[in-house]
């Protein structure tokens, strides 16, 4: 940390190449966007060379890490839920977490399938297929014969009620939590 305080510039493209790919996959992760996820590594790797002779970091991993998860927050505060947001509780391989993680998505899915409970039964079919089976809205319309304008509507219906169910906020802090 000292020859980067210094300004030693191949010291702080030893510590980018190192932690670049980790934090981009668990900004991309929750974000399920490439291109977000990029940004966002960017800002904080700036930050962090642009404020080097003012910091006093102790774990540049965990400092690295926090300052991802704190833009990650900020991004998802300024945008609506995405399909891939949705998703990635799906998408999540048990395989690679630990014990305390598993958990934290178990109970992540039955809070989602709680929420999709709620919805009523045609909501729920759509988001369902929409966000489950991949299928296009137009699809959608055609194979449940009601008008795309229907299915956007009944999309929208369930998205609202699964952000103001906070599983999203669940999901993000599971991830950044490991």
């Known amino acids: 940390m000292l020859a980067i305080k ?12 190192r932690f670049w790919e980790p934090l981009f996959v668990s900004a991309r ?9 990029r940004d966002i590594i960017q800002e904080v790797f700036l ?8 910091l006093n ?7 690295l890490y926090q300052s991802v998860k704190y833009q990650v927050a900020r991004k998802l505060k300024d945008r609506r839920l995405t399909d891939l947001q949705l998703a990635v509780v799906d998408q999540l391989s ?3 977490l630990d014990t305390e993680q598993t958990v934290n998505l178990t109970q992540l899915n039955e809070a989602l399938q709680r929420s999709l409970q709620k919805l009523p039964t045609r909501c729920r079919q759509v988001f369902e297929l ?12 055609e194979k449940l014969n009601i008008s795309v304008s229907t299915v956007e509507n009944q999309i929208n219906k369930a ?6 169910e906070e599983l999203l906020i669940g999901l993000f802090l599971m991830l950044f939590n490991s």
Request: proline share 0%; hydrophobic share 30%.
């Open 57 to 63: 970091i102790h774990n540049l991993g965990g400092y």
């Open 94 to 96: 048990i395989d690679n």
């Open 6 to 17: 210094a300004g030693n510039e191949s010291s702080f493209e030893e510590v980018y190449n």
């Open 29 to 37: 992760n929750v974000l399920g966007d490439e291109e977000s996820a």
């Open 130 to 141: 929409s966000r489950f089976e991949n299928m296009s809205n137009k699809e959608i319309a």
């Open 47 to 54: 930050d962090f060379w642009n404020r080097r002779e003012s």
């Open 159 to 164: 998205l609202g009620l699964l952000k103001s």
